[in-house]
Nanobody, 121 residues
C-alpha cells in the first residue's frame, strides 16, 4: 500500500519558519491528492493544506493562508509544507495523508506517523 513518512518537525520561536517533508512511496497510481493535517492536544484533527498528485491545484485552511505553502518536487515525492510566520497555535502533531481515486471526496486513505511541531512564544 501507499506509505508516507513525515520529517522536519521541531521547536521554533513564534514568527519563525519550519519546513516539513512527506516522502510518498508504494503504488501511487491511484493517488488523487496528498494533504497535511494537524492535531493539537485536546483538539480534533484539522485540515491544513493539500495538493493534487497529478496536477498543481492546492488548497489551504483559512488559518494558514499566506503563511504556509504546499508543494511537490519533479518526482512528486517528497511533498513539502513550508511554514512561515509561525504562531503558538500552530503547535501540533502534523500528519501527511494520501487520498485515493476513486474514493469519497474529502476522505484520506493512507496516513503517516506524524511529526511534532512546537512553536514557542
Amino acid at each position: 500500500q501507499v506509505q508516507l513518512v513525515e520529517a522536519g518537525g521541531g521547536l521554533v520561536q513564534a514568527g519563525g519558519s519550519l519546513k516539513l517533508s512527506c516522502s510518498v512511496s508504494g503504488p501511487t497510481s491511484n493517488v488523487y491528492s496528498v494533504g497535511w493535517f494537524r492535531q493539537s492536544i485536546g483538539k480534533e484533527r484539522e485540515f491544513v493544506a493539500a495538493i493534487a498528485w497529478n496536477r498543481d491545484s492546492t488548497f489551504y485552511a483559512d488559518s494558514v493562508k499566506g503563511r504556509f505553502t504546499i508543494s511537490k518536487g519533479n518526482t512528486k515525492s517528497p511533498v513539502i509544507l513550508q511554514m512561515s510566520s509561525l504562531k503558538p497555535e500552530d503547535t501540533a502533531v502534523y500528519y501527511c495523508a494520501a487520498a485515493k481515486v476513486p474514493g469519497t471526496p474529502g476522505v484520506y486513505d493512507y496516513w503517516g506517523q506524524g511529526t511534532q511541531v512546537t512553536v514557542s512564544s
